[in-house]
């Protein structure tokens, strides 16, 4: 079990060591996750049981102190198979701050690991935890490297649900309200329904809607007993024996046992099947590599459940003909969804009004006899979620850039002590000894301080080259995204985008001169550090000179070479350690 952050990227992993999601594995990563964040930080948690969470952790007293920063949701492809008033608290398309968030980033995450599980069926628990180890790594590596092409396409999906739904919302509010002689629909109309269906759902609490259920469920059984009574007072006409009777009763267990499996098939946890067996093909533009059996294997899940779903097709839409034959005054769905077929099924997305569409017989507003609000209700929640998707993107691209601009200083600000620590000490004539720092307490072997600081000095380079590579590889996407999101007029992202042109020019500038091979010559480097590690294995000499040990022409040439100075690196040099300037 694992949690994962908004944009995929795995944040903490927990092994399951007894059957079962048990809540304590969830609570583990929730404490860890507040303990790591800022103290007023709020925090989302989607969850496929987010409702059961939040219920267990209110009636134990769980985490009380931060439950005032805490916001619990269930994830949207699971959220519609929960009740009604289940919904209404934790569908995160009906609350404010999640905006277009799906919660089935985990999902995501497991199909990537999918690939593993051959491999690592038979292996050991310290091989399993180190290839899950360095998978996970590469995966948030990539997520960080991917980071303003993934806010890019959620850019352009945002606006392409914002236009489909503002289209959908237009058309309807053109239509006369039926509610208000002589007006058409408005959003404030939608708006003041939503509330009203809401507080309606509050009244009718979970007690209410099992105390009903239960009397449904005596009238049932009433019903069932007045069949069998008429039915057994003319037994002596249907059955002949004892083994019709068995034969019966056993026809009948048969036919429920395939109703059931046919049920689960259908809904498959929760989902419907065309859109959960299709998930890995509409995924496979993120970066997840799917390959051409892996799209075979989900083509032929598909097509093998289509018959099944065909078969409820079917049968809903012949008690839909039969519902609106027999109550032709009630207004129940939007009859030009119907007749049901199955490609219009597969095209609708899993947050749709019909996953959530059913009767109100007990109410008689707006909402829950025309199927017209309901619509409304919902395009203007979508667009609600829409504009918070752009905030949340802006907010997101902000971070992002100020957290390149600070680890880049960072590095560099490290780079610069380096150089003057290895001044103070290159100066040092053993009079006075140069203070003990941070660096002088890490252990690097039988290396002396001089050589510690060079070592440490040139990997710290090397990444700092590594991050100006990524910030020229953000350059284009961040750009684009800027230019949209109007970050540069944002009050104190001001300053930020200003720090991050800098850092994109200083980037750019730094790589202006370089070779196009970034790699490091391995020989330079062992010479510049003076570090030769025996490996176990002999070392062969390349030179023209051709023997193990070199000829003397390339021996004068070695006593020639000065060891270079670690606050003087020539600007051309891959160490990057002139990013202090």
Not at 137 to 146: D, E, L, P, T, V
Not at 204 to 210: I, R, S
Request: hydrophobic share 35%; proline share 3%.
């Amino acid at each position: 079990m694992g949690a994962c952050c908004r944009h995929d990227a795995a944040i903490y992993m927990v092994n399951i060591n007894k059957s079962g999601e048990r809540r304590c594995y969830p609570m583990a990563l929730l404490e860890k996750i507040i303990k790591n964040v800022e103290p007023d930080r709020k925090v989302g948690v989607l969850y496929d049981i987010g409702c059961s969470l939040d219920k267990f952790m209110r009636l134990r007293g769980l985490l009380e102190d931060e439950r005032h920063r805490l916001q619990f949701g269930t994830s949207i492809f699971h959220a519609y198979v929960h009740t009604w008033t289940c919904q209404l608290d934790y569908n995160p398309r009906f609350h404010v701050g999640w905006g277009m968030t799906d919660g089935e980033g985990l999902e995501r995450m497991w199909s990537y690991l999918s690939p593993l599980v051959s491999s690592l069926r038979y292996a050991t628990r310290n091989h399993r935890l180190a290839a899950l180890a360095h998978r996970l790594k590469y995966h948030n590596a990539r997520s960080i490297q991917n980071l303003p092409t993934w806010l890019k396409k959620k850019f352009n999906n945002a606006v392409a649900r914002h236009f489909e739904t503002k289209d959908a919302l237009d058309a309807l509010l053109r239509q006369a309200n039926p509610f208000s002689p002589g007006d058409r629909f408005t959003v404030d109309f939608f708006q003041r329904q939503w509330e009203n269906q809401r507080n309606f759902q509050s009244a009718h609490t979970d007690a209410e809607a099992d105390r009903r259920q239960k009397l449904v469920s005596i009238f049932k059984k009433e019903g069932a007993l007045q069949v069998l009574r008429t039915r057994l007072s003319r037994a002596h006409q249907h059955l002949t024996s004892a083994e019709d009777m068995d034969d019966l009763l056993d026809n009948i267990e048969k036919a429920a046992a395939e109703l059931s499996l046919e049920t689960e098939a259908f809904t498959r946890g929760g989902q419907p099947v065309p859109q959960a067996e299709e998930q890995p093909l509409n995924d496979s533009g993120s970066g997840h590599h799917l390959g051409t059996k892996g799209k075979d294997k989900v083509m032929a899940a598909t097509k093998s459940r289509r018959p099944l779903i065909n078969k409820l097709i079917k049968r809903f839409n012949n008690r839909f003909a039969n519902f609106i034959r027999n109550y032709p005054g009630q207004q129940v769905s939007n009859v030009t969804d119907h007749p049901l077929e199955y490609n219009t099924l597969k095209g609708w997305p899993l947050d749709h009004r019909f996953w959530n569409d059913g009767l109100y017989h007990h109410s008689t507003a707006p909402w829950a006899i025309d199927m017209r609000v309901r619509e409304g209700i919902n395009f203007v929640l979508t667009l609600e979620r829409v504009r918070e998707e752009f905030d949340l993107i802006a907010e997101e691209l902000g971070r992002a850039l100020a957290w390149a601009v600070s680890r880049y200083n960072a590095m560099c600000d490290g780079i610069g002590y380096l150089n003057a620590r290895a001044e103070l000490l290159r100066l040092d004539n053993g009079q006075v000894e140069v203070e003990r720092d941070h660096i002088d307490k890490l252990s690097f072997g039988k290396c002396g301080r001089e050589e510690k600081i060079r070592l440490i000095a040139l990997e710290l380079g090397r990444r700092a080259l590594e991050h100006g590579l990524m910030v020229r590889d953000w350059a284009s996407d961040v750009a684009w995204l800027i230019t949209r999101c109007a970050l540069v007029n944002k009050g104190s992202h001001t300053t930020m985008y200003e720090s991050w042109s800098e850092l994109v020019q200083q980037c750019t500038h730094d790589r202006s001169g370089r070779s196009e091979d970034h790699t490091l010559d391995e020989a330079q480097e062992e010479a510049t550090l003076q570090v030769h590690i025996d490996d176990g294995e002999e070392m062969h000499s390349t030179r023209p000179g051709g023997a193990e040990g070199g000829n003397e022409a390339d021996m004068e040439d070695e006593e020639g070479i000065e060891e270079p100075d670690v606050g003087n690196v020539d600007a051309d040099s891959d160490s990057a350690i002139e990013c202090n300037d």
